[in-house]
């Protein structure tokens, strides 16, 4: 007797649970669960997405830095001003009264005088 009773108990247990193991797979099935599935996907890669975005645009950012202060360190812009070489301007209008290159050719640049 109470062997029949313990095989009916284990009978209803392992039939109550398959019904609700399947009706739970039913429900996640449902086009209500999948669009509500998908949405949650979307936004965690879409979470996860602009995290990425965000660590590169500092990456980038902190390179960039890092290598304007290379340039300025290579071209001086941050030294003081006695140890910055002089303008060069001031050198070519200082030997504007003595040009040492001199154009000899008879070429006219002038576009008018063709017409």
């Excluded at 284990?10 to 739970?24: D, F, L, Q, S």
């Amino acid at each position: 007797m109470f062997r029949r009773t313990f095989w009916f108990t284990t009978g209803v247990a392992a039939g109550v649970w398959a019904t609700t193991k399947v009706n739970r797979k039913l429900r996640q099935l449902t086009p209500e669960s999948l669009a509500a599935q998908a949405a949650n996907k979307a936004l965690e890669t879409g979470h996860r997405l602009k995290d990425r975005a965000l660590d590169f645009a500092s990456d980038v950012r902190a390179g960039m830095v890092q290598r304007e202060a290379e340039l300025g360190d290579a071209l001086g812009l941050d030294a003081p001003a006695e140890q910055l070489p002089g303008p060069r301007r001031y050198t070519a209008i200082e030997n504007s009264n003595n040009p040492k290159y001199i154009e000899t050719t008879t070429y006219s640049y002038n576009r008018n005088e063709d017409h």
